[in-house]
């Protein structure tokens, strides 16, 4: 079994920064995509920002230019670094990523527990 565990999350006044951490709980075999998605109350759940195993980005339009994910293989961790924040950025953030936990293993998706961002206007 394999968990994500979120930190980073709290509370910041707009303009302000976080920087949240997404580590598993066990050594994986192979990590391809890791992920970051937010959820806002009433809301669903939307991509946020990748990165592949190569090194490959993506944003959503609402972040580019804000946010900036990373990936350390050595931890097996991926972090996501918010600057500028909005409070349209208020919301619940989850990791997600496409691993495989032994070899011989299919890819499967694991997904965090989730971490609180609240931007204060």
């Known amino acids: 079994q394999v968990q994500l565990v979120e930190s980073g999350g709290g509370l910041v006044q707009a303009g302000g920064s976080l920087r949240l951490s997404c580590a598993a709980s066990?050594?994986?075999?192979?990590?391809?995509?890791m992920a970051w998605y937010r959820q806002a109350p009433g809301k669903q759940r939307e991509s946020v920002a990748q990165i592949t195993s190569g090194g490959t980005e993506r944003y959503a339009d609402s972040v580019k230019g804000r946010f900036t994910i990373s990936r350390d293989n050595a931890k097996s961790t991926v972090y996501l670094q918010m600057d500028s924040l909005k409070p349209d950025d208020t919301a619940v953030y989850y990791c997600?990523?496409?691993?495989?936990?032994?070899?011989?293993?299919?890819?499967?998706?694991?997904w965090g527990q989730g971490t609180q961002v609240t931007v204060s206007s």
């Open positions: 066990r050594v994986l075999f192979s990590i391809n995509v």
């Open positions: 997600k990523w496409a691993a495989v936990v032994v070899p011989g293993n299919y890819e499967a998706e694991y």
